[in-house]
């Protein structure tokens, strides 16, 4: 036998195991004795938390693990959505994780994927951050023409 998943859930909890979704009634540990596809309610993101590209590409490869039958479908919405991310960014950071995430999802290792997508929610955040500074800038100059003109 390879290795062993164990997974401990408070009461209350859901897990999504193989497409289906099991919440417990108290505290208890589940052991995966063999290969299995689950998400942590904890991991999952609600679509009206998915304000950001990084976080619609989450949601969109979260359905891979909560449901499986929409696999097609959803890897090619992924795969349109990694493309058009990767082309307009201005970060290589950014550009490199995206292509690891890939990876991870042709290897079929979507938790894997998930993981590496969240951390990169950090730079991403960063990213436009410095986008809205840059733009407030710009619209500084814009701002003071207009005050000046009503004098």
Do not use: W
């Not at 307009?88 to 042709?106: F, H, Q, R």
């Amino acid at each position: 036998m390879k290795h062993t998943i164990q997974i401990s859930l408070r009461a209350g909890e859901t897990i999504f195991i193989n497409g289906a979704m099991v919440r417990v009634d108290r505290k208890t540990s589940l052991e995966f004795l063999n290969t299995v596809t689950f998400l942590l309610e904890s991991h999952m993101l609600k679509p009206s938390q998915a304000t950001t590209p990084l976080k619609k590409m989450y949601t969109n490869l979260q359905k891979l693990l909560v449901d499986p039958e929409a696999g097609f479908e959803t890897r090619q919405n992924f795969y349109q959505m990694h493309t058009q991310i990767v082309a307009m960014c201005p970060s290589d950071d950014l550009a490199e994780g995206l292509i690891e995430v890939k990876n991870l999802v042709n290897s079929a290792r979507n938790f894997e994927a998930l993981k590496t997508l969240r951390k990169l929610f950090v730079i991403e955040d960063m990213m436009l951050k410095a986008m809205q500074r840059e733009q407030a800038q710009n619209d500084e100059p814009i701002e003071e023409l207009k005050t000046m003109q009503r004098s």
